[in-house]
Each structure stands twice: as structure tokens, then as C-alpha cells.
């Protein structure tokens, strides 16, 4: 008989006893417990990982800007730094790193770039993209490129699809800031339930 496990963990487990019969069914419950048991632990802890990295070797420059003083995907590419999970269950967690060379490129010497990972539960649903408060960073920009590094956590509200993206404002509107020369956001997701 072919058994797989049941993803549940048992409290407790029948073991053969001296006055039980001699049969395959004295010991099948203990056994399946055992494999219920390793089941439920091989689907807990590490599940996968996404990264969405870039690299321009031609230098610095506006590759990923952004320009408007509310949070928005980058003016060059909508699809860039954005990562999807599938077969989300609530409560799975979602570790979050992102690094990169900022840029300016307006006339405003010490304006700010503000870079903040979001993330959308039930992508294609009723998702709602919210910040991910712990990964937010905050910087003035100057002429001089600057290498940024964030880091957060995320925690599943909804089943489905997940998407976490980096968007980006400026506290003005009077430069053009972004994103450029190499970076990458990384994301791995861990469950719990």
C-alpha cells in the first residue's frame, strides 16, 4: 500500500502493543502519524525564492527613474522590480531585500528619493498593494551616486498570488531621481501554517 502523508502533525500516535493481533492494521496507525507527521514539517519552514536583478554596464543613468511625489512604479519599465508567489497561504512570510546605485539627473542638488517595497496579496483579486513599512529607505540625492540597502518582512494576509514591487517617489517635483547601473530585489518566502 502506497501511503504520501497527510499535511496535519498528530498530538499523539498509537504504538504496536504485546496484545495486539499480528496484522498490517497494528501498526498502520502508528506508522501513518509518523508520515503525517514528516509530511506536515517538510512543508513548513523554506519554500522558494524570486529575484529580479538588472545590470547596465554602460554607467549611471536614468535606467529606472521615477518623478512623481507619490509612490509609483519607475517612467521606464512598469514590469521592472517586481517579483509574484504563487499558491500564497495566509501567513506565509515574505523576507525582503533590495539594493541598488541611485541617480540624479535634475537641476535640485539635494532633493530626496524615497524607495519603498510594496506588496499586493490576491494579485488579480480584491489586493489592496500596501507598503511594507519595514522596507523603506529614505535618501537625499546628490549629484554623487549613492548604493542603497533595504531590508523587510511581510507577512501574507490572503491566499493566491502575491506581489512585492519597489516604487519610488521624490519629495519634489523639481529633479528626476531613480535607480541605475546594477541591483536586485530578492525575495524568499518561508511558511508557517
Known amino acids: 500500500m ?3 502523508g497527510n499535511d496535519t502533525f498528530p498530538a499523539s500516535a498509537d504504538l504496536v502493543d504485546d496484545g495486539d493481533d499480528r496484522d498490517a492494521a497494528s501498526v498502520n496507525v502508528g506508522a501513518e502519524a509518523a508520515l503525517d507527521r514528516t509530511t506536515y514539517l517538510r512543508a513548513r519552514g ?3 525564492k524570486q529575484v529580479w536583478s538588472y ?3 554602460s ?3 536614468s535606467t529606472f527613474p521615477f518623478n512623481t511625489t507619490s509612490y509609483a512604479v519607475n517612467t521606464s519599465d512598469a514590469t521592472a522590480m517586481s517579483v ?3 499558491n500564497v497561504r495566509v501567513g506565509d512570510i515574505f523576507l525582503i531585500q533590495f539594493h541598488g546605485n541611485t541617480f540624479n539627473s535634475g537641476a535640485v542638488l539635494a532633493d530626496e528619493l524615497l524607495l519603498a517595497v510594496h506588496a499586493t496579496d490576491d494579485v488579480g483579486g480584491a489586493g489592496v498593494e500596501t507598503k511594507v ?3 523603506v529607505a529614505r535618501l537625499a540625492i546628490y549629484n554623487t551616486p549613492l548604493a542603497v540597502i533595504s531590508a523587510g518582512c511581510w507577512v501574507a494576509a490572503a491566499a493566491g498570488t502575491t506581489r512585492l514591487r519597489l516604487l519610488g517617489r521624490i519629495a519634489s517635483g523639481a529633479w528626476v531621481g531613480g535607480i ?3 541591483g536586485a530585489l530578492c525575495v524568499s518566502r ?3 501554517k
Open 2 to 4: 502506497l501511503y504520501a
Open 46 to 48: 523554506f519554500v522558494d
Open 55 to 57: 545590470l547596465t554596464e
Open 59 to 61: 554607467g549611471l543613468g
Open 84 to 86: 509574484q508567489f504563487t
Open 133 to 135: 513599512s519595514s522596507a
Open 180 to 182: 541605475a547601473s546594477v
Open 190 to 192: 518561508f511558511r508557517t
